[in-house]
Nanobody, 118 residues
Framework: VQLVESGGGLAQPWGSLRLSCVTS????????MSWVRQAPGKGLEWVSG????????YYGDSVKVRFTISTNSAKNTLYLQMNSLKSEDTALYYC????????????WGKGTLVTVSS
């Protein structure tokens, strides 16, 4: 299984970015998929998750309303649309996959760096 994130970069406050996670070796639409981030000097923070097969999405309180998680089954890809970015969104963003978000993610990408700064 491989998860490869992309789309990170430098954004201004209140700007937008879209992260992508291309997967191989698993079926995005049949898996629990999550975005997890790690800000400089801090621990891991779960950001958002999706069960495509039951059309359920979940968000952390800090990103609710501003971020949108989605999948493209044909491309086997996970996305995170990030709007109204804040400096506190600066972090390394990881894509993760597994059978269930409650039991933990089994597979992780290497991350893509998002920096929000003016």
């Amino acid at each position: 299984v491989q998860l490869v994130e992309s789309g990170g970069g430098l954004a201004q406050p209140w700007g937008s970015l879209r992260l992508s996670c291309v997967t191989s070796g698993l079926t995005v639409s049949a898996s629990a998929m999550s975005w997890v981030r790690q800000a400089p000097g801090k621990g891991l923070e779960w950001v958002s998750g999706i069960y495509t097969y039951i059309d359920n999405t979940y968000y952390g309180d800090s990103v609710k309303v501003r971020f949108t998680i989605s999948t493209n089954s044909a491309k086997n890809t996970l996305y995170l649309q990030m709007n109204s970015l804040k400096s506190e969104d600066t972090a390394l963003y990881y894509c993760a996959a597994g059978e269930s978000m409650t039991t933990g993610m089994d597979y992780w990408g290497k991350g893509t760096l998002v920096t929000v700064s003016s």
